[in-house]
């Protein structure tokens, strides 16, 4: 089965997973995010759901189905009765609500096609409630347009910008650690977010199928907890999951495992990272957000921060 990021899996016990992966050598590694339950806050097809937080669906899986879990949940192929494909979802949503056809429109015009966008999160598989966010997904090269198109509209006051409680809120969310002005300071950059008639809306990126290589990241041998200070020289998949920053020096990349920090450099910019370095069978790289939180984990760029420090590697233990 074909299957990315952003898409939703349903299993035969109508269970509801988000897709965490572009490869799937042994199932179909995603997160359990809907049960069914007959006192549910959400429902869809006459039938109710209730949503699970990270912890309490390991919790659910341990207990219903142990032979899942792995690091996240794989889902065996033959235990997946529905595919939930966020572009051809796109146009029934956007006809039924307004807020995501303007911002569906709004691309179209920019030059942005259909097939290169679609919608997830809730409104992929219809348990949006009247509070749920917008999850858009802009694919491959797509989404550096759909985000410049979506800057664009917010200048011309068609879309608006998060103001300070909304950034407060995420911030208590995240909970980086980086202080909440430099958090900020790199959020606004990344332009993915925005704000349509009151609800808070996400531009998120998924690899074109053309994008997508053969084989999955392989893990390294982890030889301890590093800081890694130098230069990017690539960003194609900063905004991915995870997130990827190639560096000119003695590690060769970073790889992000948090959505906090996807998209926190450019090219050309330096930056400090502090996670778990691994060894791999193409050099070293360093993990960030090998806990869900990333805990005295980030990624911030001194670049942008108008600081610098030597470029270089320093091994914690």
Known sequence: MRARIRDFIESKDGWIFAVADYHHPRGIRSLLRYIPHPQGEREAGGRRFRKLDFDPSFDFLRRERPDYIEDLHVVPVEDVSRRYDPVERLSDVAKADSRLGRITVLLEDGGIERRSMGITGSMLIGLQGPTSDIDFVAYGKAWFCARDIIRQAKANGLIEELNDSMWRKIYAK??????????????????NRGVIDGTYFDLLFTREWD???????????????????????????????????????????????????????????????????????????????????????????????????????????
Request: with cysteine; glycine share 12%; charged share 25%.
């Open 174 to 191: 995240r909970r980086p650690e980086v202080s909440f002005s430099e958090f900020v300071l790199h959020e606004r950059r990344k332009g």
């Open 211 to 317: 994008q997508i290589g053969g084989s999955p990241r392989s893990p390294g041998r982890p030889v301890g907890r590093a800081k890694v200070v130098g230069e990017v020289v690539d960003a194609e998949y900063a905004f991915d999951s995870p997130s990827i920053l190639k560096l000119d020096g003695d590690v060769e990349e970073i790889a992000c495992f948090s959505h906090t920090y996807a998209g926190q450099a450019l090219p050309g910019e330096k930056v400090e990272a502090v996670g778990v370095l691994e060894e791999t069978a193409s050099g070293l790289s360093l993990i960030v957000g090998t806990t869900r939180e990333a805990r005295g984990e980030w990624i911030r760029s001194l670049s942008l921060l108008g600081l610098d420090s030597p470029a270089g590697l320093s091994v914690f233990e």
